[in-house]
């Protein structure tokens, strides 16, 4: 079945640090990628996504390009802030076109940023 | 305006009770779902229901039942709790297969 693995965490940074967080996924048709962000104490937010091969998503400073030919979707921030601090989720749809359908979730990486 | 809205936000009960836990959103979508977050952050789809269709994550526990009183509502019933059903459980919701919004979550407790 479809599935999507996200690096282990967490992952500690100083603020301004360059954040990368890899996230490859195996699916059978043609999916579409989503990053979901979880602050402390709160539900999931959609953070960014990508619907199609060599699409970048973004959103406050972080992007992710779908590339098909690794099955990967890496999420990265040229410059972390303490408020960044947060888990993050890859997930993909197996609706096609951007659709979500029932949504896989990788593991979630817990990010902290220190001052 | 909170659009995906659930309670209780904590809830610790005792092996063997029934509990519900509701949820309610204000944005017009036609589907909801349920998701459990285990110890781990390890987040996995329970149900997803619109008015023509519920579908079931084979996983699931018939204990687990979730209830649409109507198209903003959708409560979960759990069963003859077990100390594995400790987690926090999301609901979601949208338009369609489109963008889900997640509640804030229901920390369950089991003990």
């Known amino acids: 079945g479809d599935s999507v693995t996200q690096m282990e965490g967490p992952v500690t940074l100083s603020e301004e640090a360059f954040l990368t967080i890899n996230c490859t996924y195996t699916a059978t048709g043609y999916p579409s990628l989503f990053w979901y962000v979880q602050y402390p104490g709160e539900g999931l937010q959609l953070l960014l996504k990508?619907?199609?091969?060599?699409d970048k998503g973004s959103n406050k400073g972080f992007e992710a390009t779908y590339r098909k030919e690794t099955t990967s979707f890496h999420l990265e921030k040229g410059s972390v802030q303490v408020s960044d601090s947060a888990v993050y989720f890859c997930a993909l749809s197996d609706q096609y076109g951007g659709s979500q359908g029932n949504l896989i979730f990788g593991k979630g990486t817990k990010l902290s940023v220190k001052p | 305006d909170t659009a995906v809205s659930q309670t209780p936000k904590y809830l610790v009960t005792q092996m063997g009770n029934d509990k519900s836990i509701k949820c309610e959103q204000n944005?017009?979508?036609?589907?909801m779902y349920w998701y459990k977050q285990d110890s781990k952050k390890f987040l996995k789809i329970m149900f997803s229901y619109n008015n023509k269709e519920l579908i079931i994550n084979e996983t699931v526990p018939n204990r687990f039942s979730p209830k649409s009183p109507d198209k903003a509502h959708l409560n979960l019933h759990i069963n003859s709790l077990e100390l594995g059903d400790s987690a926090v459980y999301f609901c979601a919701s949208s338009r369609s297969n489109y963008e889900q919004y997640f509640g804030p979550g229901t920390r369950l407790t089991v003990t």
């Open positions: 944005l017009g979508h036609d589907t």
């Open positions: 990508a619907t199609k091969a060599d």
